[in-house]
C-alpha cells in the first residue's frame, strides 16, 4: 500500500513561516520525483512547486522565492518550507508523487495524500 501523509498545517497570520512535511511509504522513494499541489475553495487544484529525483527544484511563479522545496531520501519524506506567508495561499496543500515525465500537470502524478490545511489570516 502506498501512502503520502501531509503535515504540518495550520492557522498562521500574514508574512510568518509555515514548513509542510509528507512522508510516504510503500513506494521506492528515490525512483519518484514529488510535488505540492494546492486548493483553495471554489479553484481548481494548482501547481506549487516540484522537486526531481536529481534534486532539481521547480515553483510557479507566486512561489518563487518565498517557498522551498526538498527531499530527504533517506527518510523517504519531502518538506515545503513556506515563508512571508500570504491570505491568498490560504489552501488545502497535497504531497504527490509521480514517474512519468512533467512538472506542473496535476495527471502526471500518480500517488496523493490527503491534504493538509494552511489557513493565513491577514
Known amino acids: 500500500q502506498v501512502q503520502l501523509v501531509e503535515s504540518g498545517g495550520g492557522l498562521v497570520q500574514a508574512a510568518d513561516s509555515l514548513k509542510l512535511s509528507c512522508a510516504t511509504s510503500?513506494?521506492?522513494?528515490?525512483?519518484?520525483?514529488m510535488g505540492w499541489f494546492r486548493q483553495a475553495p471554489g479553484k481548481e487544484r494548482e501547481f506549487v512547486a516540484a522537486?526531481?529525483?536529481?534534486?532539481?527544484?521547480y515553483y510557479t511563479d507566486s512561489a518563487k522565492g518565498r517557498f522551498a522545496i526538498s527531499r530527504d531520501n533517506a527518510k523517504n519524506t519531502v518538506t515545503l518550507q513556506m515563508n512571508s506567508l500570504k491570505f491568498e495561499d490560504t489552501a488545502v496543500y497535497y504531497c504527490?508523487?509521480?514517474?512519468?515525465?512533467?512538472?506542473?500537470?496535476?495527471?502526471?502524478?500518480?500517488?496523493w495524500g490527503q491534504g493538509t490545511q494552511v489557513t493565513v489570516s491577514s
Open positions: 510503500g513506494l521506492t522513494f528515490s525512483l519518484y520525483a
Open positions: 504527490a508523487a509521480r514517474l512519468t515525465p512533467g512538472n506542473i500537470r496535476a495527471l502526471d502524478y500518480k500517488y
Open positions: 522537486i526531481s529525483r536529481d534534486g532539481i527544484t
